[in-house]
């Protein structure tokens, strides 16, 4: 049996979000985090990371990219999405109350009070210092 590589490129989305699901999984596990896939969105988390301390569990959205949501508020509710090669898990009202106190969201755009929602393809410059706390590093073997 030989083991080929796959274009990520040539999924479909179903298919990436399952692929992006492990990657992290396995991303959290070498931190102590066994992942489940829950099969909907239940309070907004599409998987929960559960530490092996017994305490600490992650209700999780997989995105694709950075992701501010007024849908998801309130929740407790950590992002998690791939970029490139790194790793990010971070706690979207924390990241709503950072954009906000440094005047990067403007809360009353009309954008922001319509559609309630701000994502970026790749994480803007601003965003390395939030996000510098928040990376789940690669550990080398």
């Known amino acids: 049996m030989s083991f080929f590589p796959i274009d990520y490129g040539a999924l479909n989305a179903r298919q990436k979000e399952i692929y992006n699901f492990q990657k992290i999984a396995a991303r959290l596990a ?28 992650l209700r999780i959205q ?22 490139g090669g790194r790793v990010f898990v971070y706690p979207h009202d924390a990241l709503l109350a950072w954009v906000l106190q440094r005047g990067i969201l403007n809360e009353t755009s009309a954008a922001w009070q319509d559609e309630g929602i701000r994502h970026w393809g790749r994480p803007p410059t601003w965003a390395a210092e939030f996000l510098g706390g928040y990376e789940v590093k690669a550990i080398e073997p």
């Open 62 to 83: 997989l995105k694709a990219r950075l992701t501010l949501d007024k849908k998801y508020l309130g929740k407790g509710l950590h992002i998690a999405f791939r970029d």
């Open 30 to 57: 070498d931190y102590g985090y066994h992942s489940m896939w829950l099969s909907d969105d239940w309070q907004g988390a599409d998987f929960l990371a559960c530490h092996i301390d017994g305490a600490t569990v």
